[in-house]
């Protein structure tokens, strides 16, 4: 009888993949991300030229806007460093190859890298920020009328992509949309607050909304014809009348969704004093009205 040998021992093998070794949108950030990281920066940002996308700003941290960027400057950082640091025209053609190699793939298996792309190609769009795990996207475009048809453009683009409610924030060339740069801004009151009741006077042609809390009510009114917007000022005028409740703006209310069963889901942005957006808010509810006044304490709740 001969004795077998014993078997090989089976030992795992883990396979660590080089973030450059991806491609399309993949590879851009990450080849973006590596020249940050070891530059120690805060924020980098390029700029390309696609003949299918135009004039685009393709920036890290990925959930950041572009800082400010001079329109005939190639690139920037934060803080600033010298050309000769960073390889700034072997970055730049890396991004325009890789970005060239996304748009051609028509078989993208990753739906935020898909989305980005379509937000992209959207005629004045030369920027998008997000972060796969946030319910935000938001999207830098001209001002003016223009930038209107790109929101509800945008909106079109997202809708029905996600297995959640994703809002849309377009945001102006030219506005600072760093939230990062802003104070901390605390937005929870003193005391805790619900939404109460959301009222219409048609023969005043008025919204009410009455927030409560502890043992203070307070009623916010607007007018009726101001629709979406007007339910969160009506919300906002209550709140503003709670003690020590500080100063809120609407920046804009928009329909996520109408559904077959009657209900309404409204996103909300809320900005400071200094226009900057700092909170977004979801509602959802019976009517518009409703739905925005909801959306408006989700976002004063944040």
């Known amino acids: 009888m001969t004795a077998l040998p014993e078997p090989p021992r089976l030992r795992a093998v883990t396979e660590e993949h080089d973030p450059l070794e991806r491609d399309g949108l993949a590879l851009v950030y990450a080849a973006l991300e590596r020249t940050r990281s070891r530059g120690g920066l805060d924020r980098l940002t390029v700029a390309i030229d696609d003949a299918s996308l135009g004039h685009q700003l393709l920036s890290v941290p990925r959930a950041e806007l572009p800082g400010p960027l001079d329109a005939a400057a190639d690139w920037s950082s934060t803080?600033?460093?010298d050309e000769d640091v960073v390889d700034v025209a072997i970055l730049r053609a890396l991004c325009r190859l890789a970005l060239r190699g996304a748009v051609r793939d028509e078989s993208l298996t990753d739906p935020f890298d898909a989305v980005e792309l379509a937000l992209r190609?959207?005629?004045g769009v030369?920027?998008?920020a997000a972060d796969p795990g946030d319910d935000v996207m938001r999207v830098q475009a001209p001002g003016g009328?223009?930038?209107d048809a790109v929101a509800h453009e945008a909106l079109e683009v997202v809708r029905g992509r996600f297995d959640r409610s994703v809002v849309v924030e377009v945001v102006r060339e030219g506005h600072d949309a760093a939230p990062a740069a802003a104070s901390p801004i605390s937005w929870v009151s003193a005391s805790p607050f619900e939404l109460l009741a959301v009222r219409t006077d048609q023969d005043l042609g008025e919204l009410e909304v009455h927030l409560g809390g502890g043992e203070v009510r307070t009623v916010g009114r607007a007018p009726l014809g101001d629709g979406l917007l007007g339910a969160a000022r009506a919300t906002l005028d209550a709140w503003h009348r709670r003690p020590g409740a500080p100063s809120r703006s609407v920046g804009w209310a928009r329909t996520v969704e109408s559904g077959v069963d009657a209900t309404v889901?409204?996103?909300?942005?809320?900005?400071?004093?200094?226009?900057v957006t700092v909170a977004h808010g979801?509602?959802?509810?019976?009517?518009?009205f409703d739905a925005a006044a909801r959306a408006t304490v989700d976002a004063l709740s944040r």
Do not use: N, Y
């Open 79 to 81: 803080p600033r460093l």
């Open 145 to 147: 009328s223009g930038g």
């Open 265 to 275: 889901v409204v996103a909300v942005a809320l900005e400071d004093a200094g226009r």
């Open 121 to 123: 190609q959207l005629e």
């Open 282 to 288: 979801i509602g959802e509810g019976a009517s518009s």
């Open 126 to 128: 030369d920027a998008v």
